[in-house]
């Protein structure tokens, strides 16, 4: 696992949309549900008509978790869902990128979030930890 300025991700090998798939299911079982994903490619083709590399936005959201933080900061909706992309890079392996909850709602100054961000930031781990397993980087060809 790596970490961004803002977030922390792996690389896998594998099928682009399988790796997709996996992350969504892997997303499910830490109790997130998918209310965006956006098809980067696809839209900047339509747009302007331009060949970009595989890429999705997903917007997962925890329900409870995103309930209680908005019980706490009621604009806190700006900074929500808790955005994951899954891109290939140019050797053709996925990467699959978590925000760092810590980090995204550490701007809005309110330390009660503080244990929200920690509890979503920790089963984010837990989503690429066991995609890390399923498809580690090296242990499959391109399919």
Same mark, same amino acid.
């Given at each position: 696992?790596?970490?961004?300025?803002?977030?922390?991700?792996?690389?896998?090998? $594998?099928?682009?949309?399988?790796?997709?798939?996996?992350?969504? !299911?892997?997303?499910?079982?830490? $109790?997130?549900?998918?209310?965006?994903?956006? !098809?980067? &490619?696809?839209?900047?083709?339509?747009?302007?008509?331009?060949?970009?590399?595989?890429?999705?936005?997903?917007?997962?959201?925890?329900?409870?978790?995103?309930?209680?933080?908005?019980?706490?900061?009621?604009?806190? $909706?700006?900074?929500?869902?808790?955005?994951?992309?899954?891109?290939?890079?140019?050797?053709?392996?996925?990467? /699959?990128?978590? /925000?760092?909850? /810590?980090?995204?709602?550490?701007?809005? $100054?309110? &330390?009660?979030?503080?244990?929200?961000?920690?509890?979503? &930031?920790?089963?984010?781990?837990? /989503?690429?930890?066991?995609?890390?397993?399923?498809?580690?980087?090296?242990?499959?060809?391109?399919?």
């Amino acid at each position: 696992m790596y970490n961004t300025e803002y977030g922390y991700g792996i690389e896998v090998e $594998g099928n682009f949309d399988d790796v997709v798939q996996q992350t969504i !299911d892997a997303l499910s079982n830490e $109790g997130f549900g998918i209310l965006s994903d956006i !098809d980067v &490619k696809a839209t900047l083709r339509k747009k302007l008509d331009i060949d970009f590399r595989q890429y999705r936005i997903l917007g997962a959201c925890n329900p409870p978790y995103a309930h209680q933080a908005l019980e706490m900061e009621i604009e806190l $909706g700006l900074l929500l869902p808790c955005n994951v992309i899954v891109y290939e890079t140019e050797e053709r392996k996925c990467r /699959v990128v978590a /925000v760092d909850p /810590v980090k995204n709602l550490g701007i809005v $100054g309110n &330390k009660d979030l503080a244990p929200v961000a920690e509890t979503i &930031k920790q089963k984010m781990i837990t /989503v690429l930890e066991s995609l890390e397993k399923r498809v580690p980087a090296g242990t499959q060809g391109g399919e």
